[in-house]
């Protein structure tokens, strides 16, 4: 099975439904960002689903989810890595931490979690290194302590500037290419 039919399969198994507050529910199939508080939004399903396919996840990679808000996309990479990896969301607001765990932890899926990140720390650098970073908020250069948390042959999905950036490091060294545009809440 290629990426494409994997993220598929994972967007079946995992509905975005079960991730919204339970008045956005009905709009869950909707291709367009939805409301979930603090000024945050659960992604529409084709960002996700381009965001997922350029991260590349295989079962037993270890994946930093920044920006997990209802922790929709930390549960998709969760299935994509299987019980066999490990996958941490971190989501700046406090609130939002906890739904999104409460969520999270519906799924049944223990190798992933999600919690608030250390105060003035991006990323996770105490538990790097990272096979696969998501971000799902927009940066407004790319981060290279992020860059820096990854395997030698890690990848970074992150918008930047309102472009989507992949970095892909082979042999350590990154390799950058954009894949359109889209608009994000800013990274904090």
């Known amino acids: 099975m290629d990426g494409s039919d994997r993220v598929r399969e994972a967007l079946e198994a995992v509905p975005r439904a079960g991730f919204l507050p339970r ?37 037993g990679h270890r994946v930093l989810d920044i920006g997990s808000g209802s922790g929709w996309t930390t549960a998709l990479l ?6 066999a990896g490990e996958v941490l969301g971190l989501e700046l607001e406090p609130s939002l931490a906890q739904w999104g765990a409460a969520n999270l932890a519906d799924t049944r899926m223990p190798w992933a979690t999600i919690r608030e990140p250390v105060p003035g720390v991006l990323g996770d650098p105490e538990h790097a290194p990272w096979d696969r970073i998501l971000v799902s908020a927009g940066a407004e250069v790319l981060p290279r302590t992020l860059v820096d948390q990854l395997t030698p042959d890690g990848v970074l999905v992150i918008p930047v500037q ?27």
Request: proline residues 7%.
């Open 23 to 59: 008045g956005a529910r009905s709009r869950a199939l909707d291709d367009v960002p939805i409301l979930i508080g603090h000024g945050q939004t659960s992604s529409q399903p084709s960002t996700v689903s381009d965001m997922l396919r350029l991260l590349d996840v295989r079962h």
């Open 162 to 188: 309102g472009r989507m950036t992949r970095v892909a490091l082979e042999a350590g060294r990154p390799r950058t290419t954009e894949h359109g545009t889209y608009r994000f809440v800013p990274l904090r």
């Open 78 to 83: 969760a299935y994509l890595t299987g019980p």
